[in-house]
């Protein structure tokens, strides 16, 4: 029974000899240590779910993650963490929803980020991350500008206020060509149909 236990405790102070070697191997080279990995482990289900919610808040046009990750998305999601830490990819994937480039929206740019273009290579995490595809601040308007947006703004407003009406009275001029049609084709007798095409030929 002692040999036993002897042979145990031998082989835990093994493991954590080991574990210690290990750790000071991966801090001499420049690697995350093994608390570090710990902690940037990614819980994949709840990255699913932030990256989601993420593009729903900024009703960004991003493809959402419907079908899981991957093996090799996990592996660069779980490598990308471990370089920069979880920290720093939910803040680039929060800048990438953000972005009006990378959504699409510059109307001279034709071209969409996802989640495979951000994470495959370390020059667009870290473009993403350092700010390159940031929106530009609002321009500050002069009162006069101001005032001149205003009046574009109307214009255009009245503009479709004239176009909703006139396809509003067209629908209803056909709406009404449609019940005369029927009537005469439907509210009449025979009799007075005889009558009608006689007056026609004698005309």
Avoid at 90 to 95: C, E, F, G, N
Avoid at 119 to 142: A, C, Q, R, T
Avoid at 149 to 175: G, N, P, T
Wanted: glycine content about 4%; hydrophobic content about 30%.
């Amino acid at each position: 029974m002692k040999e036993k236990e002897a042979k145990r405790k031998y082989k835990e102070e093994g493991k954590k000899e080991n574990t210690a070697l290990l750790v000071l191997h991966a801090r001499t080279k420049g690697r995350p240590s093994k608390d570090r990995l710990d902690a940037n482990r990614i819980n994949w289900t709840a990255f699913v779910n932030y990256f989601n919610s993420v593009m729903d808040f900024h009703n960004s046009t991003i493809c959402r993650i419907h079908c899981g990750l991957g093996a090799g998305q996990k592996r660069r999601l779980q490598y990308l963490a471990n370089e920069w830490g979880k920290g720093a990819l939910v803040k680039a994937i929060t800048m990438m929803a953000a972005s009006d480039v990378c959504n699409g929206r510059c109307p001279r740019v034709r071209w969409k980020a996802s989640l495979h273009w951000l994470i495959g290579s370390n020059e667009n995490f870290e473009k993403v991350l350092n700010g390159y595809y940031d929106n530009p601040p609002p321009v500050e308007l002069s009162p006069e500008e101001e005032r001149q947006l205003e009046l574009e703004r109307y214009k255009a407003r009245e503009a479709e206020r004239r176009a909703e009406a006139r396809r509003i009275e067209e629908e209803e001029s056909a709406r009404r060509e449609a019940a005369r049609d029927y009537a005469a084709r439907h509210c009449v007798t025979y009799e007075q149909y005889l009558r009608m095409k006689e007056k026609e030929a004698n005309s």
